[in-house]
């Protein structure tokens, strides 16, 4: 056992030697990546990583210092040109923000505080809690109800439903957070539509409810949850002895953008005394544009509404959120309070905000301040504009696809995600996939652009996301001319045999 002297501790921090050096590199690192984002559109959409590419990141654990100089340099050599490429105009993928640059400087601002936004009384949890309260104002969601920022759409897919399962077990007369799933006598049923996100059947798989607990419901051909299906299956539930508890609404499908009709999933919650979650993580931002009134009318009766900001709020990863109708519920579901976590009058421990207490995360990112500089300095009627932009984007792929012979449209256009297809005459469907497949890897190869894959209605589509604060007009018409002249040329391909 040491019993050392003060005078014998090594007291070395971890901070820079030379200050002057570091800021002057830092300052090097700032600028370098404002050029990035500002050249954002002259490197390719996307590049592969080939083995060469690959091979320093299977390098050994540095045992001895290299030097920040020599990390970022490593960086800027083998990291930074192989990005996911969302920051790129014409990256149409999936349902990714771009990040702003309000976004990269928050997050540099809150790594240098290093707030830990678990709890306690600190200015951070009070940013995080403006965040939740703006959103619910521009929803126009209960200011009593509760919130918490979460690592996405996922993450706010779980909680609500776990706060809708402690619910329904306590009007059972159960427990849950003390018999676990084992003290529900009745299979428990959650309503979904053949399209709802996969993060909910986690959500319900990670809660014990088991995938036998989920009823898909099929889709309209709006692709919207068939309100005469569900009742139906509500209704033989029921009659079965099963226990319905949770009706999953979409507002914005990842497949096509559909929103379901809310307000008729709102009122047959309300009849059958079903908790109502809502799966906003795409499309509950849209409450700030006029024209995306109509879709989301019904979403403020959800009794969780989750929602993403880094989908079409443009946030940098991550951040998402969940709102919760009965906070006190909410509080119920997750909060634990042990001796080192307890509250105090006065001190660092008073009056805080304890996040910590709505969800399943301590230690938390302090994600908000990103969006908290981003509405402050670009205000949210921006972002309403910026949402009508990219719809009306996507509005404008699906009237060339429309007006072209040799293009098919695979499903109707909600919002910002068109899925059609290349499809010359005298093909079978599997060509076409085929041929579909190849022209999406080829575009991405190329780094033409990132448009995804996807399958609507069996037939094998290219999905086309305009989630993307920089992509013109301009872009749109490079990725519908790359499509018709890639498939053109693997067709001529195919032919040759
Ligand atoms: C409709 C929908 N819900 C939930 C999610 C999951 O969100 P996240 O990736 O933020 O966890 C996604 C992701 O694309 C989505 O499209």
Not at 7 to 23: G, I, N
Not at 463 to 480: A, E, G, K, P
């Amino acid at each position: 056992m040491l019993n050392p002297t003060p005078t014998d501790v090594q007291t070395r921090s971890l901070d820079p030697q030379d200050w002057e050096a570091t800021r002057a590199l830092a300052h090097q690192m700032l600028d370098d990546m404002l050029t990035y984002l500002q050249t954002a559109g002259e490197r390719p959409a996307w590049q592969p990583m080939d083995s060469a590419a690959r091979a320093p990141f299977a390098g050994p654990l540095p045992d001895q210092p290299q030097g920040l100089e020599q990390a970022y340099h490593d960086f800027v050599d083998t990291v930074l040109p192989y990005p996911l490429g969302d920051t790129h105009p014409r990256f149409f993928g999936y349902v990714n923000s771009n990040g702003t640059v309000e976004g990269m400087l928050a997050q540099m601002l809150a790594a240098g505080m290093n707030s830990n936004t678990g709890g306690a009384a600190h200015a951070a949890n009070l940013v995080e809690q403006q965040v939740i309260d703006w959103m619910k104002g521009a929803f126009g969601y209960p200011a009593e109800s509760s919130g918490v920022l979460t690592s996405g759409g996922s993450m706010a897919n779980l909680i609500g439903l776990a706060v809708g399962r402690h619910v329904h077990a306590e009007k059972l007369g159960v427990a849950v957070r003390k018999t676990g799933m084992q003290g529900i006598p009745l299979r428990m049923r959650v309503y979904v539509s053949a399209e709802t996100h996969s993060s909910v059947q986690r959500a319900v798989e990670t809660l014990g409810m088991g995938t036998d607990s989920m009823c898909v419901i099929p889709v309209d051909a709006d692709f919207r949850m068939d309100i005469a299906a569900l009742e139906a299956a509500i209704a033989g539930d029921r009659a079965a002895g099963l226990h319905p508890f949770c009706i999953v609404g979409s507002a914005g499908t990842t497949n096509t953008g559909s929103f379901d009709d809310l307000e008729a999933l709102a009122d047959i919650c309300a009849r059958e005394g079903l908790w109502y979650h809502i799966d906003g993580a795409i499309g509950a931002v849209g409450a700030l544009s006029e024209h995306m009134a109509p879709l989301v009318k019904g979403m403020t009766r959800a009794d969780s509404l989750a929602f993403d900001m880094h989908k079409w709020l443009f946030v940098n990863y991550t951040v998402g959120c969940v709102l919760v109708r009965d906070a006190a519920a909410h509080r119920a579901t997750f909060a634990l309070t042990p001796p080192y976590l307890k509250r105090a009058e006065r001190g660092l421990a008073a009056d805080g905000v304890w996040f910590s207490d709505y969800g399943v995360e301590l230690s938390r990112e302090f994600r908000g301040l990103k969006v908290w500089m981003m509405l402050k300095s670009q205000g949210a009627a921006r972002f309403g504009e910026m949402i009508d932009q990219n719809n009306a984007l996507a509005a404008y792929l699906a009237a060339l696809v429309d007006a072209d012979p040799l293009m098919e449209r695979l499903a109707p256009v909600a919002i910002h995600v068109v899925n059609f297809r290349y499809a010359p005459a005298g093909l079978t469907e599997s060509q076409l996939d085929a041929l579909n497949d190849r022209i999406v890897i080829e575009i991405q190869e190329r780094g033409i652009a990132v448009p995804t894959r996807t399958v609507v209605r069996g037939k094998y589509s290219i999905r086309v996301c305009v989630n993307n604060h920089r992509t013109t007009s301009q872009d749109i018409r490079i990725l519908f001319d790359a499509v018709k002249s890639l498939g053109a040329e693997l067709l001529a391909e195919m032919a040759q045999g």
